[in-house]
């Protein structure tokens, strides 16, 4: 811990800030995929930090606040027990009541640790309204969205717009009660990636705005401090209306006094970033603790702030050999409490589903094939394909477009799908489809269906033919939006620059990373038509595809995906044709030019299966803990 600090001129005292933020639901440091130990992960470590954090502060005669900055309910299926994930909308949960009187999981992990506020994230609405409500109704302390509000008739929201937090400190006996002021704010994209579930229910304003807003109101009723939850990411500038990633420009309000971001799963403070205010971004999934010490004195001018420090405290490091090892021990209270619902998730994801006869993971979606998102798009469409039959729709070309959910990136090495052939349990599926997504369908035209492949081709940097050492990924990139479309057939030419950005602009419109595009060995048309299912995240426009946002929509049912997965290997839905189209994607062949790319260590087991024109060469585990690759394009 660092050590408090006092000013040498006159007597302070200390108001220490501690704040989590995209736990995920990793409440336990476990990871219930592949059912073992994960001390990379978990609140249950973070606990430990909290209590040595509170016990230092209060014994120098200091306060302290624990805050949680939103994305805490989606993420590990410790949170998605089945009385919850099963009811989304009104028509199925009339009231908070009929989800049952269980409390969930992360609120009372919350009330045991006596959390002082907690902030929303967009994960958080990922199962809709009701649910939300049910499982707030058991928060510890008030819960905060400061840009979002209510639409009639119906206006009631599970949270308030702001709240205020009073501390004594105890250093200094002569001093009022410290008032603290929090607000929250969220991007106003929630409102497109969980559109179906909100849509005509709440609107959402922009971030900076709002945050500017509750500021001032905090001010007015005589808050001394104020402090933002942000679940934003850095961003870049300039600073435009509706954002998504605006933590910089809430830094900058003056009514603010020390921010929490989130969203990005970075670890902040940094030294690429320098910030002339505390602000920190604990990392992700339980991964850091963030501290803010705030040195306080009281005068004529009433509270004011002489010095502070930020500070992201991790649960583990990596050992020379990139290996995680943990710097605290699980809480015991906390992991007592915990218990009854870590047993029923264990025995919940070890029912038995299916078969597969090969093995399936992630660790090679960027560079050569994954079959667990083979299985998957077979899946879906033997789930669409009788929903279609007999109507214009099912006439068409009818393709599957899936990405992945666990590539590594900002989660770490260990964050990538390993499933054993052989029996399959819930486990191995909830491991394929991490997220609560439902099959959705859009009909698309041949220039669409390239634009939209264009779109997820921006995964990748642009390599020079002849070079030697380039990255192959662009890891500014989310890797859960590189779509692959099966029951096609493309190459993607990565000597081209990116035809859109992230935020899905056309931005260089001359480019064309697709090539040889074709169905069923004929070349695409640009006014063919195609049917492609697909997930309701990306239907919505998560990933900013805005050509298949704007694409007619096909109207169905909305099974899970999980779902389709589990009656696919089980047998209850018949074997696709998909199964057996092949792979649909690679990468153009460029002689004498040789990429890196970086995946998980265990990866080693499977090199066989990448083709000898790749020539794999092994660089080792990097100190974060990834395997480097070399290989021919």
């Not at 078969?355 to 094939?369: A, K, R, T």
């Not at 477009?401 to 390993?418: C, H, I, L």
């Not at 990933?543 to 089980?570: S, T």
Request: glycine residues 10%; negative net charge; charged residues 15%.
């Amino acid at each position: 811990m660092t050590e408090l600090e006092a000013s040498s001129s006159e007597a302070t005292g200390v108001l220490r800030i501690l704040a989590t933020t995209d736990l995920h639901c990793n409440l336990l440091s476990h990871d219930y995929y592949a059912d073992r130990q994960d001390p990379g992960v978990g609140l249950s470590r973070l606990a430990s930090l909290i209590s040595s954090a509170r016990q230092e502060a209060e014994a120098q005669g200091g306060a302290t606040l624990l805050l949680d900055n939103g994305d805490a309910l989606q993420g590990s299926p410790i949170g998605e027990a089945a009385q919850w994930q099963e009811r989304e909308d009104e028509a199925t949960c009339s009231s908070a009541t009929s989800l049952g009187a269980e409390v969930h999981p992360l609120m009372t992990a919350f009330s045991a640790l006596r959390y002082d506020a907690l902030g929303l994230g967009n994960h958080d609405f990922n199962y809709g309204l009701p649910v939300l409500k049910a499982i707030l109704k058991d928060a510890p302390c008030a819960v905060v969205c400061s840009n979002m509000q209510g639409l009639a008739p119906n206006p009631q929201l599970p949270f308030v717009k702001t709240t205020i937090v009073e501390r004594r400190i105890e250093a200094l006996p002569d001093a009022p009660v410290l008032r603290v002021g929090i607000l929250s704010v969220l991007p106003p994209q929630t409102m497109v990636w969980d559109g179906h579930l909100l849509e005509g229910k709440v609107q959402i304003e922009d971030m900076v705005q709002a945050a500017s807003d509750s500021a001032a109101a905090l001010r007015r009723t005589g808050c001394d401090l104020v402090v933002a939850l942000a679940h934003t990411g850095i961003g870049t500038s300039p600073t435009l209306l509706n954002m998504e990633n605006a933590l910089l420009p809430i830094v900058a309000l003056s009514g603010v006094d020390a921010v929490i971001g989130g969203h990005t799963h970075l670890v902040l403070p940094d030294p690429d970033h320098c910030f002339d205010k505390p602000v920190v971004m604990p990392g992700a999934h339980g991964s850091h603790l963030g501290q803010i010490d705030l040195h306080l004195h009281h005068g004529s001018q009433g509270w004011q702030l002489t010095t502070w420090q930020a500070s992201a405290l991790p649960i583990s490091r990596r050992d020379a050999w990139g290996r995680l090892t943990p710097l605290v021990d699980e809480d015991p209270e906390l992991v007592g409490a915990l218990a009854a619902a870590h047993a029923q998730t264990q025995a919940r994801m070890k029912e038995p589903v299916g078969h597969c006869l090969n093995p399936l993971h992630s660790y090679f979606v960027f560079f050569g094939q994954d079959q667990g998102l083979a299985l998957t798009a077979a899946a879906q469409m033997a789930a669409v394909r009788p929903m279609l039959a007999g109507t214009a729709a099912g006439d068409r070309p009818l393709l599957s477009a899936v990405s992945p959910g666990k590539f590594g990136g900002r989660s770490g090495p260990e964050n990538y799908t390993d499933i054993a052939a052989g029996d399959l349990c819930m486990r191995n599926v909830a491991d394929l489809q991490v997220f609560p997504n439902a099959i959705w369908g859009v009909t698309v035209n041949g220039d669409q269906l390239r634009d939209w492949l264009e779109m997820s081709a921006g995964m990748f940097n642009q390599i020079t033919p002849g070079s030697r050492h380039a990255e192959l990924v662009n890891l500014d990139r989310a890797g859960h939006n590189f779509d692959v479309i099966f029951g096609l057939d493309y190459e993607i030419d990565v000597t081209q620059p990116a035809r859109f950005s992230s935020a899905g602009e056309l931005i260089n419109p001359q480019a064309q990373r697709i090539r040889n595009l074709s169905w069923q060995g004929k070349p695409v048309t640009g006014a063919q038509q195609f049917s492609v299912a697909t997930n309701s995240y990306r239907v919505s426009g998560g990933g900013n595809f805005k050509m298949v946002q704007q694409a007619e929509q096909l109207h169905l049912p909305g099974v899970k995906i999980r779902d389709a997965i589990c009656d696919y290997v089980a047998g209850r839905l018949p074997a696709d044709p998909l199964a057996d189209a092949g792979y649909p994607w690679r990468l153009t062949h460029l002689p004498d030019t040789r990429v890196s790319v970086y995946t998980g260590p265990v990866a080693r087991n499977y090199l066989s299966e990448l083709p000898p024109h790749q020539d794999v060469e092994d660089q080792g585990v990097t100190p974060n803990g990834f395997l480097k690759l070399r290989l021919n394009l």
